[in-house]
C-alpha cells in the first residue's frame, strides 16, 4: 500500500490514511496537499493569506494541528462524468468519495500527483509550483483505458470560497480563458486602508485550452445535489454562471472524445493576484510563452539545491529514503522559507538555520548575523527576528521568553564545525536600538553574560513567561520562578562557548565560562535533582516542579538530556534519568515530552497544562523536545537508546505503524500524539504540522551522533556510534567543499573505531589538509557489537 | 407554499427557500434557525460566544450577511432509518437531503417548529429557549403514520464542531444521561488566563430518555459515507465512541418500535456550561424536576410580553399579520437585547430604545438615561455606550463618528409624545470622566451645542471617520470633509428639541435652536442642491459629491428624505427630489440608499465604497435608510409614495417577491440586495440580517404616519395617512394606559380627516383627557381618494 520509488512516496489508497499529505512551496507560498484532494495554502504579502478560501469566516491563525477536514474544505478536484451513461466519479477521492479501482497519490519533493482509474478512465493529476511566484501548476491528463470510444466530461473543480464578506465576486473572462475573482480583505479602519490597499485580492484560475462552460457561482453548481453530488453535472453544459456577492468557485468544462487508448492533456494555473492586468501577464508568459514547462523545470532545480551534506546506504533502506531524500527537503523548507513567517521566534529562526549550516551555510551565516543585529547591547536577544521591514512581533513574540540567548553558541558551533568559517566572530555587528556595535564574538559574550545574570539568589535561570517551552508562561511571571532546564541548558550553553573561546584563543575568556558552566552543575544538582531524575523548574510560589511526588507532569523529558549535554549528571544519575526516561516516557511512537500528562490546569505552570493530554507540549511525542534527547544520548554513547529513539520519528516501516501515525514518512511532524500510558487509542497521531525545529537536530545528529563525521578545527573527525544491530553503513559525505566516500563495517578484532583513509591509518580518527582534488574513500572499522 | 396561521409562518419546502429562517433569543442568547436544519446560536459571557462550532477556527465576528451555509455548518438534526429495509432520511432535510413526501417549517414567536413526513414516518421537531438560561429546548415526536408496525432509529445529532485547537474531548456520561464535550478557549498570553478561566468552555446535550447507544466522535460517526450518509448508521449500534482532541459531535440513538399511529417523544437540552456540575444542576432541574416544561411556558410569556401599542386590520392582511405579530416582536428583540452587544453604537442604542417606547417605555427611558450617564461634559457622545462592567469598545466603536448627538432629541421626542414624561428632562445624570452632572434637558442642550460647534467655517458638520453611515470614513478623516446628511439632520433635531424646548416654557432656549435649524436649511440650500437633489457632503479636498456628474454614487437616498424632515427642501426642490429618488432610487424590492453603487474604491470617499455593488451601504435597499425616507414622506403628506415603499419592507405577499427576497415575512432585515439597475439577478436578496435600526422607524412611521396616532402633550391626535387604495383601517391603540379603538373609513363628502368620538366630533382631532376607565370608540372619516 505504501512503497518508495527513487523520488517518491506512493500510496495506493485514498481511505487507509486518509491525512496523508505531502507539501511544496517556494519563495512566495506554500501549499500543504492531502491524499484526497483537500488543500491548505497560503502566500505571503508579506503576512500569510489565502487565496482558497473556508466556506466560512475563518480566524488568520497558523496551521491547525491534526488539520480538521470536512466536506467544503478547500481542495482541488475534477469531476468526471461518462456522457454515454451518465456515470460520475471525481479525482483524487473527494468530494464524491467514489472508491476508485486503482488509485495512487505519490508524493514527490517538487511535485505532487495523483493516478485515478475507474471505469477504465485514467486521470492523472500533477501539482508543482513555479520558483518565485505565489501560484499552482496543474497537469491533468485523461486517457481512455478501454477497448471503446468514450464520451466524457471533465469538470476542474478548485475552491474559492469564502472570501470577504466586504465583497467577493467572479466571472469568466473569456479573453483571458479563465475565471477571475475578486474580493476586498475586511477592514474597518481607514488606517488599515493603505495596509490592504496593495494586497491581492483576486483569486484565478487559468486553463490552457479553452473549456466549453464554466461556473463561477458555487450554490449554482451545487445545488441540491450539493459538493458531493453537484446538481450543475446533471445538465449538458455548465452555465456559465457568475458570482456576485455570492460564494464563488473555480469549474471549467471539458467535452472530450477519446479512442481506446487516447489521451489528452489540460494545464491549469491557479493563484492569488492583485489586478485582471497581472493576470493577463500571468497567462501570456505561463501559456502563450512556455513559462508553464519553463517554470516545472525551474522548480525542480530549486528543490535539487535542497540537497543535504550526506548520503547514507544503511541496513535500514526506509531511513536511508528519509535522510537521502526528505529530511534534507524539509531542513531546507525551513531555512529558506523561515516558515513563512515574517517575525519567526529567534530560537526557531537560530536553530532552522542550523539545519541550512549542511545545505546552504552561507544562507546561515546571513542568519546568524541577522539575529545577531537585532541583540539588545545588555546582550537579550528579542522574542523574534524581523525579517520584513512592515512586520512587527506578533502573537507569541510578544510574550517574553528567556531561553533566546542559549541557541546563539549551540548553533554557531554546528556552522563552525561544519564551516571551519571562524571569521565569522570577528565581523562586526550593530546592537539594536542603540548607535554601538561589536564582533559577533563580543555579541556572544554579552549573551552569555546576560544568561549569568539573569539568575536568581542561588544561580538558577528565571524563567519569565517561558523558556523554549513556550506554553509554560505561568511557573514565573512573577518575577521569581526559574528553569532548571534554562540554568542547564546555559550550562551547555557556556561550555560550547568556552570551547569555541579556546579554539580561538581566548582562553581567559573560555575559563570563565568553564567555570561558569562547572558552576551552574553544581547548580543543577543542588536544587532540582529528584533522586531519579532532574525537575523541571522551581515556581514563583518556591515550588520545585516535575518531580516524583507530581501526580501530573511528574518527569520532563528536557530536563534530563540537556543534564547529560551539559555534564550535570554523573554516571549514577546519568543512568538513573535514562531508566526514568524509558519506564516513564517512552513510547512505540518516540519519547514523549512529559508525563503523565496533565488534565487540568496548574496555575503555577501555565498554559501547558490547559493543552488536550497528549497533545503539543503537554506529552505528546513533541520530536524537537525528542531530538534533544536523542543528540544528548549520543553524547553520552548510548548509541542504541539513542538509534531506537531516533527510528521512531520516521512513520513505519511497517503499515500498521504507519496507519496509527496516519502520516506518510516523508516528513516528520512538530508531534506525534503522546500520553501513551493515558490515552492508547490516539498515541502516535501525527500534528502533520511540518514546521518543526526539531529536523535541523536530525540532521546535525546523523552526522555528531550517529555516523559520527563532525567538522573540527582541523578537518574531519569520523567517530560512528552505529547501533549493535547495523554490520554497515555506507555514507558520502559533501564537507568544506570535499567529497568523501565512509564506509563503516564492524570487524573481528577491533577494540576501538579504526580510521583509514585511502588504505591508510588515520591515527586520531580526523580527516585533515581537506583539498578539493583528492580522493577520500574512508574505511571505517568498528568494533562487534557486545 | 406559504401561509401565516395565528402565531405562526408555515413554509412547506425545505428548498423553495432554503435559506428561509426564523430567530429566538432570551438574556443570555440567540440562536437564528433556517429551515433545513442549520442553525447560528451566539451566548453572551458577556462576550458572544459559540457552544456549536464551525469545522474550522472560525473569525470572531458579528453575524454574516447572506450567511454562507455549507454541508458541515453547524445544525440540529434527526437522521431516521427505517431498521427493516435500512431506508434513511434526515429531518429537517439537511444532512442527506431526502426530500420529504410532507415538509412544514413553522416559524413561531416563541418557538421553531418542523414536520417532516416521509414513508409514513412523521417527525416533529420543536426549538424553544427558556428565559434566561443560554440553553436550547427540544421535542422530537416520531409517529407511525403507516399500517403496519415498524421498527425506526432515530439519531438526533447536534453539532458541536471544532472547538478549540488547544484542548477539545468528549464523551457520553451514564449518571447524566448525556454527552459533555469540554474544550479550552485558545489565548496565549497568561494575562488573558483570567479571561478565559470562568468561561462556558463545555457543550452539553442532555436527554430526557435513556439512548442505547452514542457517538461523540464526528470521524467515526460520519466514516467515509460523510456527513450526508454517516458510515455509523449502517451499525446496529452506534460504537459508543469519544473524542479526544478529536472534533466531537453529540449524536444518540433510539430504537423504536412503534405500532400504527403510535409516537413517542423525546426532549433534549443543548447548551453551553462551565462545569459537569452546571450539567448536573441542569439535568435535575430541567428533567428530573419539572423545568423544562416550565420554561417552555416563561418563555412563551417572556416573548409575549412584547406586544406592541397598536393591533391593526386593514385591507392588506399580511401587513396586519407582520405588524401585528412580527414587528413588535423584532423590536422588542432590539430593545431588551441591545443586540446582544456590550457595547452597543450609540446611535443604534438610542434608536433601538425609541422602538421599547412602544412597547416598554421604561427600560427606554432608563436607556436614554444610561446613555446620557456617558456624555461628555462637552456635548459630545462617545460611540458606543457601555453595558457590562468588563466590556470595552470594540471594532467600529473605535472609530469616531459624528452623529450621535442628532439622535438625543429625534429619540426623545417619541418618548415624550408616547408617554407625557417631560419629568424625564428634569432627571439629574452625570456627564462621564467628570464630576460635573446637570439635567436632561442641559444634557441635550449641550449636545446641541456640540454639533452646532462641529461645524466648519460655511457651518457644515464635520464627518470626522463617519457620520449615520459608518464606513463612510474617507470623506474627512483629514479634518476638512463635512457632511450634508449630517448638517440636515441637526437642523431636524434643532427643530425637534426647539418644539419641546418651547413645550417646557423654555420658549427662548426653543427660539435659538429654531434659529440655528433656520440657518442651517439655508447652508444646506446654499452649498448642497445640485439642481434636482441634494448632494451627500463635501470631501477633506472641497469635492462635493452625490450629485449629477458624479458616475458612481450620484443620489443618497438619506439626503433626500432628511431635507424633507429638516425643512430645507421647499415645494419645488421636494418635488425634484421625489423624482429623482423614483426614477433613480426606487426598486421593486423597496428604495436602495444610492445609486449607481460603487464598482470601485473612491478614496475621498472610503470603505462604503470598496463593498460590493448593491450589498449594504453600498446601494442595497438598506432598509434603515429607506424608513427614514418614508417616515420624511408621510412628515411632507406623500401618503401613496410613503406607502408603497413602506410595503415594499416586507417580503411577499406575492411567492415570486418571497422566493427573490429568499425570507418569510417574519422580520425585517437591515438590507435587501439593491443595485437593480446594474445588478438585477440578485436584486431583492435578503441580508437574513435581524439587527437593524430600521423596525423602531418602522413602528414609528405606522403611528406617526400612516394611522397618524401620535402623542401630544394633551392627548393622542388622529391624523391618518391611508394609501389612496385603502378604502379603511382599523386600529387598537394602547396608549398612556388606555385602550382606544379607531375605525377609519372613506366617506363621501368629506374633505378633511373628521374625528368622532364615541360619536362626538372632535374639533381638532385631538383625542384629550384620558382615563382608564373610560371608553374610547374613535371614527374617524377621511375623504375618498383622489
Known amino acids: 500500500m505504501i512503497r518508495a520509488t527513487e523520488n517518491n512516496i506512493e500510496l495506493t489508497s485514498p481511505t ?18 492531502n491524499c484526497r484532494g483537500y488543500a491548505v495554502a497560503q502566500f505571503m504579502q508579506p503576512e500569510p493569506a489565502k487565496y482558497s478560501y473556508a466556506p466560512n469566516l475563518e480566524a488568520k491563525t497558523f496551521m491547525q494541528p491534526e488539520q480538521p ?20 466519479f471525481s479525482a483524487p477521492y473527494e468530494p464524491m468519495r467514489v472508491l476508485p479501482e486503482k488509485y495512487t497519490f505519490s508524493v514527490g519533493k517538487h511535485n505532487i500527483n495523483w493516478k485515478v482509474e475507474h471505469k477504465d478512465i485514467l486521470i492523472e493529476m500533477t501539482l508543482s509550483l513555479p520558483k ?3 501560484m499552482e501548476l496543474w497537469r491533468v491528463k485523461v486517457t481512455n483505458r478501454s477497448e471503446k470510444k468514450r464520451n466524457i466530461s471533465i469538470y476542474p473543480s478548485f475552491t474559492i470560497g469564502y472570501m470577504s464578506w466586504m465583497n467577493q465576486s467572479g466571472e469568466y473572462h473569456e479573453d483571458l480563458q479563465g475565471i477571475i475573482c475578486s474580493s476586498i480583505t475586511p477592514y474597518q479602519k481607514y488606517q488599515d486602508y493603505d495596509k490592504i490597499k496593495n494586497l491581492k485580492d483576486k483569486t484565478y484560475l487559468l486553463a490552457d ?83 508553464f514547462e519553463q517554470a516545472e523545470i525551474e522548480y525542480a532545480n530549486y528543490i535539487a539545491e535542497g540537497k543535504g ?50 545545505i546552504k551555510p552561507e544562507i546561515a551565516r546571513g542568519a546568524f548575523l541577522m539575529a545577531l543585529s537585532q541583540q539588545k547591547a545588555s546582550g537579550a536577544m528579542p522574542d523574534g527576528i524581523i525579517l520584513h521591514k512592515d512586520a512587527e512581533l506578533k502573537y507569541i513574540n510578544q510574550v517574553p521568553h528567556t531561553d533566546h540567548c542559549v541557541w546563539l553558541p549551540i548553533c554557531l558551533s554546528a556552522y563552525l564545525d561544519e564551516t571551519n568559517d ?25 549573551a552569555m553574560h546576560w544568561l549569568i545574570n539573569d539568575r536568581d539568589e542561588r544561580g538558577l535561570n528565571y524563567i519569565n513567561q517561558g523558556d523554549w517551552n513556550d506554553p509554560m508562561n505561568m511557573v514565573g511571571y512573577k518575577g521569581k520562578g526559574v528553569s532548571g532546564w534554562l540554568t542547564t541548558a546555559s550550562a551547555y550553553a557556556f561550555m560550547i562557548w568556552a570551547d569555541i573561546c579556546e579554539t580561538v584563543n581566548q582562553a581567559e575568556t573560555g575559563k570563565e565560562f568553564k567555570q561558569e558552566a562547572d558552576k551552574s552543575n553544581e547548580i543543577i544538582n543542588k536544587y532540582l535533582w529528584d533522586g531519579n531524575w532532574y525537575a523541571r523548574g522551581i515556581t514563583d510560589d518556591n515550588v520545585v516542579f516535575g518531580i516524583s511526588k507530581d501526580k501530573e507532569g511528574r518527569i520532563f523529558l528536557n530536563s534530563q538530556g540537556w543534564a547529560l549535554l ?3 549528571a554523573n554516571k549514577e544519575k546519568k543512568e538513573k534519568l535514562l531508566k526514568a526516561v524509558t519506564e516513564q516516557l517512552e513510547s512505540p511512537y518516540g519519547v514523549e515530552m512529559l508525563a503523565p500528562a496533565y488534565t487540568k490546569m496548574r496555575v503555577d505552570v501555565g498554559r501547558v497544562t490547559q493543552k488536550h493530554p497528549g497533545s503539543a507540549e503537554n506529552g505528546s511525542v513533541y520530536n524537537h523536545a525528542a531530538i534533544f534527547y536523542i543528540y544528548a544520548l549520543y553524547t553520552a554513547g548510548e548509541e542504541d537508546n539513542a538509534y531506537r529513539l531516533l527510528r521512531k520519528m520516521i512513520p513505519g516501516p511497517d503499515l500498521e505503524d504507519i496507519k496509527q501515525r496516519g502520516q506518510l514518512p516523508v516528513f516528520i511532524p512538530n508531534y506525534y500524539r503522546g500520553s501513551y500510558r493515558q490515552i492508547p487509542r490516539t498515541a502516535g497521531r501525527s500534528s502533520h504540522l511540518f514546521n518543526t525545529g526539531t529536523v535541523s537536530w536530525v540532521y546535525r545528529t ?48 577491533v577494540d576501538s573505531i579504526e580510521v583509514y583513509l585511502n588504505g591508510e591509518y588515520v591515527e586520531d580518527g580526523v580527516i585533515k589538509d581537506l583539498k578539493s582534488d583528492s580522493e577520500y574513500n574512508i574505511k571505517v572499522k568498528i568494533p562487534l557489537a557486545k
Chains 1, 2 share one sequence.
Not at 16 to 33: C, F, Q, T
Not at 78 to 86: F, M, S
Not at 712 to 732: D, F, M, N, V, Y
Open 16 to 33: 487507509m490514511i486518509p491525512k496523508a499529505s505531502g507539501y511544496l512551496w517556494n519563495d512566495e507560498m506554500m501549499i500543504h496537499v
Open 69 to 88: 477536514y470536512y466536506a467544503h474544505h478547500p481542495g482541488r478536484f475534477i469531476y468526471i462524468k461518462d456522457q454515454d451513461n451518465g456515470e460520475m
Open 132 to 134: 518565485k511566484e505565489a
Open 209 to 291: 485550452r479553452k473549456p466549453v462552460a464554466w461556473e463561477v457561482n458555487q450554490g449554482e453548481f451545487e445545488g441540491e445535489g450539493g459538493i458531493t453530488n453537484p446538481s450543475a453535472l446533471q445538465q449538458d453544459k455548465l452555465s456559465k454562471g457568475e458570482s456576485r456577492y455570492e460564494m464563488p468557485i473555480g469549474v471549467l468544462q471539458y467535452n472530450l472524445e477519446l479512442n481506446p487508448g487516447a489521451e489528452e492533456e489540460y494545464r491549469f494555473v491557479f493563484g492569488p493576484a492583485k489586478t485582471d492586468e497581472n493576470v493577463a501577464r500571468i497567462r501570456e508568459e505561463y501559456f502563450i510563452q512556455d513559462g
Open 309 to 358: 551534506s550526506i548520503q547514507i546506504k544503511t541496513p535500514d533502506a526506509e531511513l536511508d529514503n528519509f535522510v537521502n531524500h526528505w529530511l534534507p527537503r524539509q531542513v531546507y523548507y525551513h531555512g529558506i522559507t523561515n516558515r513563512l513567517s515574517t517575525d519567526p521566534q529567534t530560537r526557531n529562526y537560530l536553530q532552522d538555520n542550523m539545519g541550512m549550516i549542511y
Open 422 to 446: 571562524y571569521g565569522i566572530l570577528d565581523e562586526i555587528v550593530p546592537f539594536s536600538g542603540v548607535k554601538e556595535e561589536a564582533t559577533v564574538f563580543e555579541h556572544i559574550n554579552r
Open 566 to 568: 551539559s555534564g550535570a
Open 702 to 749: 546523523l552526522i555528531d551522533g550517529l555516523f559520527g563525521l563532525q567538522g573540527t578545527k582541523e578537518g574531519l573527525r569520523i567517530k560512528p556510534q552505529l547501533p549493535s544491530h547495523w554490520e554497515e553503513a555506507s555514507i558520502q559525505r559533501s564537507f568544506r567543499g570535499v567529497e568523501l566516500t565512509i564506509d563503516i563495517k564492524r570487524e573481528d578484532n
